[in-house]
């Protein structure tokens, strides 16, 4: 229970804890025969157009071709908007894929932020093992998953109360919000093409086809992993090519 400067009281927000994220795919332009005809207008000129109204089934060595020797631009014509609900911490990876993606946030400063917190679920390893670069992570026992849980749960309430607390005596939500960790859930739009997506699944998902190793930080690839599986479905030719050329972005 808070109390407003006028005094008023006012009721705390009972914390929530989650393990998992959300992605949904909100809007898209995004086909295999967006590849085709950005391709083919290079020898065919205007004629690319008809592209639009074939089976880019018939095409499918071609975007391979393009895929194998990595000429890119074809795959950017498309857009894939993503509606993403998942960690702060997820979200300060994101940013670091700039070329190719447009973000909105939501923000602390114009809304009061809700208590939703992420909690690891038991699948997700706790113990880094290892030097930085040669380290890897193995499961945690029952007291380190118990721990890890009690002192998240103690940490998030005792965060939430102190901005409710800041709130209810008319401190400002951009100033408020400092107290909050990055282990509070937000949400955006992402938006993005083929191209960018391939870049960003290249290094935030592990995958046995990969020519070259990723590692990432496995709440970001739990994004990387629905993203991927709604991508597949619009684009299942140039899907196929990225994974038979190492699912390196062209």
């Not at 009972?14 to 898209?28: A, G, I, N, Q």
């Amino acid at each position: 229970m808070t109390v407003t400067p006028d005094g008023t009281p006012t009721e705390t927000l009972k914390p929530d804890f989650r393990s998992d994220v959300t992605v949904d795919l909100v809007k898209h332009t995004a086909g295999d025969s967006d590849v085709l005809w950005a391709a083919r207008v290079s020898t065919a000129g205007e004629q690319s157009l008809e592209e639009l109204s074939k089976d880019p089934e018939r095409s499918k060595g071609l975007i391979n071709y393009l895929m194998r020797d990595r000429h890119g631009s074809p795959f950017e014509h498309n857009s894939m908007t993503f509606f993403i609900s998942a960690p702060i911490f997820v979200f300060r990876e994101f940013m670091r894929h700039r070329v190719g993606w447009s973000y909105n946030e939501e923000s602390g400063r114009y809304r009061e932020l809700e208590p939703v917190f992420y909690i690891p679920g038991e699948s997700r390893k706790l113990v880094q093992q290892g030097r930085p670069g040669k380290y890897e992570f193995v499961a945690g026992t029952p007291e380190q998953q118990k721990l890890t849980t009690r002192a998240m749960e103690d940490s998030y309430r005792q965060a939430y109360e102190a901005y409710q607390e800041m709130l209810a005596a008319g401190v400002a939500r951009e100033v408020a919000r400092a107290v909050l960790p990055v282990g509070l859930y937000s949400s955006m739009y992402a938006t993005c093409n083929a191209r960018s997506l391939m870049h960003f699944l290249g290094l935030r998902t592990q995958h046995e086809l990969a020519k070259v190793p990723s590692f990432p930080q496995r709440e970001i690839e739990m994004v990387g992993e629905q993203m991927e599986a709604r991508w597949a479905k619009l684009m299942p030719l140039t899907y196929a090519a990225f994974n038979a050329n190492g699912r390196v972005a062209p």
